[in-house]
């Protein structure tokens, strides 16, 4: 079951794919991560789910990942008479709290700390930005708008303020029992919608507490504009394409994306690419040349993961859409051209030892030509560091632990396999050297770059680097 591609993928379950079989036929097919995602999921359908997973992984004796996605905030107009109504451009119509069903000059908006945080020339987006209004008035508990672009406003579309910092946490009480069962059930990666502000991290950091890695959405502007303080906090981060289209202009979604993937790898956090990267997979066996374009493009530039959203979740094609990825990037990555743009994207370790260890690690392996590297982790952190270098060799990590094992499945390049913890020296090499040969990245005469902390076990703190020589038994000799 190794990968013959760096960059991970994240499929995302749903009616069309959480049974057992296609599960299966998802992981055979490339998908390393699963998301599941509480807009849509019950705790009960939560625990069946991750349940049917671990047997497919157990089955496969290849580590699997799971992410839940909580639904964070949703911010939705009330309900109209007819069910909907027609709005004109120019037009005026109002937003308040009165919950009588609205007609075509106002409607209820049910959260009363939006109504006081808006302010006069803010822009409100409605049903994903298709219908946009400008705040001409507030106070007295509504907000009067002008109609910018008008059209058909139906029952609990939602609602979207980019230019209004909004006075809530990114938690919600149902995010907060959402997270609780996600802990419960041993998820790996817990993805926080409506992330706006540094603290929104913190929050969640503090009922975690190291049971899962928090992943950081970046989907509003707010975000946006403090992104190296939330990327610091947090364990890795998703660029959610979608929501950033729909609340910024979409023109400026593509840098950002080139921009945050390059802060993520000078941070050394995970960045995983989302939203409708092969969405005409949804109804179609085959995507459009525009659609492989932006895959290869989110490859190109080095991003860990890139995800599958409807398409694995509810589409017709679930497991040909997983298999195309998985075509794109293995081609992309065979490019004579990615190692030289990939290359060009370094950046310069942080001046601690891990860093530098894991620096002098790439070049001396590449310098040598060693078969490839192998890290000993048991928090994850030193094969993540040793995927921020994007190395041509394969990156192979020992850990005892097995949620360590599982999360590092969305990290670019990181083959993980679990395994007891060294007890020495000449232990560590060994165990390096048979793992490798047996995973099949060397082959007896090979050598192998080994990085680990000394002492052995001690969490963070990588300070060596051995070259061990492969003998034909498949142990080790340095």
Same mark, same amino acid.
């Given at each position: 079951?190794?990968?013959?591609?760096?960059?991970?993928?994240?499929?995302?379950?749903?009616?069309?794919?959480?049974?057992?079989?296609?599960?299966?036929? @998802?992981?055979?097919?490339?998908?390393?991560?699963?998301?599941?995602?509480?807009?849509?999921?019950?705790?009960?359908?939560?625990?069946?789910?991750?349940?049917?997973?671990?047997?497919?992984?157990?089955?496969?004796?290849?580590?699997?990942?799971? @992410?839940?996605?909580?639904?964070?905030?949703?911010?939705?107009?009330?309900?109209?008479?007819?069910?909907?109504?027609?709005?004109?451009?120019?037009?005026?119509?109002?937003?308040?709290?009165?919950?009588?069903?609205?007609?075509?000059?106002?409607?209820?908006?049910?959260?009363?700390?939006?109504?006081?945080?808006?302010?006069?020339?803010?822009?409100?987006?409605?049903?994903?930005?298709?219908?946009?209004?400008?705040?001409?008035?507030?106070?007295?508990?509504?907000?009067?708008?002008?109609?910018?672009?008008?059209?058909?406003?139906?029952?609990?579309?939602?609602?979207?303020?980019?230019?209004? @910092?909004?006075?809530?946490?990114?938690?919600?009480?149902?995010?907060?029992?959402?997270?609780?069962?996600?802990?419960?059930?041993?998820?790996?990666?817990?993805?926080?919608?409506?992330?706006?502000?540094?603290?929104?991290?913190?929050?969640?950091?503090?009922?975690?507490?190291?049971?899962?890695?928090?992943?950081?959405?970046?989907?509003?502007?707010?975000?946006?504009?403090?992104?190296?303080?939330?990327?610091?906090?947090?364990?890795?981060?998703?660029?959610?394409?979608?929501?950033?289209?729909?609340?910024?202009?979409?023109?400026?979604?593509?840098?950002?994306?080139?921009?945050?993937?390059?802060?993520?790898?000078?941070?050394?956090?995970?960045?995983?690419?989302?939203?409708?990267?092969?969405?005409?997979?949804?109804?179609?066996?085959?995507?459009?040349?525009?659609?492989?374009?932006?895959?290869?493009?989110?490859?190109?530039?080095?991003?860990?993961?890139?995800?599958?959203?409807?398409?694995?979740?509810?589409?017709?094609?679930?497991?040909?859409?997983?298999?195309?990825?998985?075509?794109?990037?293995?081609?992309?990555?065979?490019?004579?051209?990615?190692?030289?743009?990939?290359?060009?994207?370094?950046?310069?370790?942080?001046?601690?030892?891990?860093?530098?260890?894991?620096?002098?690690?790439?070049?001396?392996?590449?310098?040598?030509?060693?078969?490839?590297?192998?890290?000993?982790?048991?928090?994850?952190?030193?094969?993540?560091?040793?995927?921020?270098?994007?190395?041509?060799?394969?990156?192979?990590?020992?850990?005892?632990?097995?949620?360590?094992?599982?999360?590092?499945?969305?990290?670019?390049?990181?083959?993980?396999?679990?395994?007891?913890?060294?007890?020495?020296?000449?232990?560590?090499?060994?165990?390096?050297?048979?793992?490798?040969?047996?995973?099949?990245?060397?082959?007896?005469?090979?050598?192998?770059?080994?990085?680990?902390?000394?002492? @052995?076990?001690?969490?963070?703190?990588?300070?060596?680097?051995?070259?061990?020589?492969?003998?034909?038994?498949?142990?080790?000799?340095?």
């Amino acid at each position: 079951m190794r990968r013959l591609r760096r960059v991970k993928i994240v499929a995302t379950l749903g009616p069309a794919s959480n049974d057992e079989k296609t599960i299966e036929e @998802l992981t055979r097919a490339g998908a390393d991560v699963f998301r599941i995602n509480m807009s849509h999921a019950s705790h009960d359908l939560l625990k069946q789910t991750v349940t049917r997973i671990r047997s497919v992984e157990k089955r496969l004796s290849h580590p699997i990942g799971i @992410l839940v996605d909580l639904q964070g905030p949703k911010l939705r107009v009330g309900t109209f008479e007819g069910g909907a109504i027609q709005l004109k451009q120019g037009a005026t119509f109002i937003l308040d709290g009165n919950s009588a069903p609205g007609t075509v000059d106002r409607v209820c908006m049910p959260h009363p700390e939006i109504i006081e945080s808006v302010s006069v020339g803010d822009r409100l987006l409605l049903d994903d930005g298709k219908l946009q209004l400008k705040a001409t008035k507030v106070g007295g508990g509504s907000i009067e708008t002008v109609v910018i672009y008008g059209g058909k406003l139906s029952d609990k579309k939602g609602v979207s303020l980019p230019d209004t @910092l909004l006075p809530m946490g990114a938690l919600t009480e149902k995010d907060h029992a959402d997270l609780l069962a996600a802990l419960e059930n041993d998820a790996d990666w817990i993805a926080l919608s409506f992330v706006q502000r540094p603290e929104d991290i913190i929050d969640v950091r503090k009922i975690v507490q190291g049971r899962a890695g928090v992943m950081a959405k970046i989907e509003k502007p707010q975000a946006v504009e403090r992104l190296e303080e939330i990327i610091k906090l947090c364990d890795a981060f998703m660029i959610a394409r979608g929501d950033l289209g729909v609340e910024m202009p979409l023109e400026q979604v593509p840098g950002l994306q080139k921009r945050m993937i390059r802060i993520a790898r000078r941070f050394g956090k995970p960045v995983v690419v989302a939203t409708q990267m092969l969405e005409s997979m949804i109804t179609s066996p085959v995507p459009t040349r525009a659609e492989v374009s932006d895959v290869s493009i989110a490859v190109f530039e080095g991003a860990d993961a890139i995800m599958l959203s409807a398409e694995s979740a509810s589409g017709q094609y679930p497991i040909e859409a997983v298999s195309m990825m998985n075509k794109v990037a293995v081609s992309v990555e065979n490019d004579v051209n990615y190692r030289g743009i990939i290359r060009a994207q370094a950046t310069e370790p942080e001046a601690t030892a891990a860093d530098a260890i894991s620096a002098a690690t790439r070049q001396v392996a590449e310098t040598l030509d060693l078969a490839a590297i192998v890290t000993y982790t048991s928090s994850g952190s030193t094969a993540v560091r040793a995927a921020r270098e994007r190395p041509n060799k394969p990156i192979l990590a020992l850990s005892p632990n097995l949620r360590t094992v599982r999360r590092l499945c969305v990290v670019w390049g990181v083959h993980t396999v679990e395994t007891e913890d060294a007890v020495n020296l000449e232990d560590m090499v060994d165990r390096a050297c048979v793992i490798a040969y047996q995973e099949g990245l060397a082959r007896p005469g090979d050598r192998i770059a080994i990085t680990a902390g000394i002492p @052995l076990g001690t969490p963070g703190a990588t300070n060596m680097l051995r070259i061990a020589f492969v003998r034909q038994d498949g142990a080790g000799s340095s």
